[in-house]
């Protein structure tokens, strides 16, 4: 059971906008900024979003991310079949002495 | 060009140990929080340690607390997981990541290609 918690599936349809959640707490996602990955099979995951809202250069201005109190958001427009992927929130936690935590992560199929 | 490249991987029986290295370069290794992430098969992403920049203060998920021990060798720019008492369930690919920014934990910009370890008997 994951400390964030993102739904299993997602979908959509090429050129459509999607979103998926991540819903957490105080001591994580509401004091902490957020990061969003993507990984496709058998590679390494790819930072998207972190410090909430910003992209790394060279991801796209179709991914952007949002937050509001504990709860985070991953928004992708213009879907494209290469975003279909395995996406990840994640951010610091501050009890137990602090650590890192994930969310469970979400699959999304461009139908 | 930043590059992580981890080795250390293989077949351990439980119980076992096993050390992971992360060799770096195209960076400046002792100015940046260094992390090992894994992932089982089939599974999603799992943070395991964290070590910062200096060396100082270490980070565990509590499912290794006590068993695996994060170090880094600034001079040989290599990042280390020394894993002990080693069960079925740490059965995963082991990566290790980079942040974007010096004196940041998260912000996992950069990725190793990951290593596989496996725990059976």
């Known amino acids: 059971q994951s400390v964030l918690t993102q739904p299993p599936s997602a979908s959509g349809t090429p050129g459509q906008r999607v979103t998926i959640s991540c819903s957490g707490s105080?001591?994580?996602?509401?004091?902490?900024?957020v990061n969003w990955y993507h990984q496709l099979p058998g590679t390494a995951p790819k930072l998207l979003i972190y410090?909430?809202?910003q992209r790394p250069s060279g991801v796209p201005d179709r991914f952007s991310g949002s937050k509001s109190g504990t709860s985070a958001s991953l928004a992708i427009s213009g879907l494209q079949s290469e975003d279909e992927a395995d996406y990840y929130c994640?951010?610091?936690?501050?009890?137990?002495?602090?650590?890192?935590?994930f969310g469970g992560g979400t699959k999304l199929t461009v139908l | 060009e930043v590059q992580l490249l981890e080795s250390g991987g293989g077949l351990v029986q439980p119980g076992g140990s096993l050390r992971l290295s992360c060799g770096a370069s195209?960076?400046?290794?002792?100015?940046?929080?260094m992390t090992w992430v894994r992932q089982a098969p089939g599974k999603g992403l799992e943070w395991v340690s964290t070590?910062?920049?200096?060396?100082?203060?270490?980070y565990y998920a509590e499912s290794v607390k006590g068993r695996f021990t994060i170090s880094r060798d600034t001079s040989a720019n290599t990042l280390y997981l020394h894993m002990n008492s080693l069960r079925a369930e740490d059965t995963a690919v082991y990566y290790c990541?980079?942040?974007?920014?010096?004196?940041?934990?998260?912000?996992?910009?950069?990725w190793g290609q990951g290593t596989l370890v496996t725990v059976s008997s």
């Open positions: 410090s909430d809202n």
């Open positions: 195209g960076f400046t290794f002792s100015s940046y929080a």
């Open positions: 105080r001591s994580n996602i509401g004091n902490n900024g």
């Open positions: 994640a951010t610091w936690d501050d009890s137990l002495n602090g650590h890192v935590v």
């Open positions: 990541a980079k942040s974007l920014r010096s004196g940041w934990v998260l912000g996992l910009h950069y």
């Open positions: 070590i910062r920049d200096s060396g100082g203060s270490t």
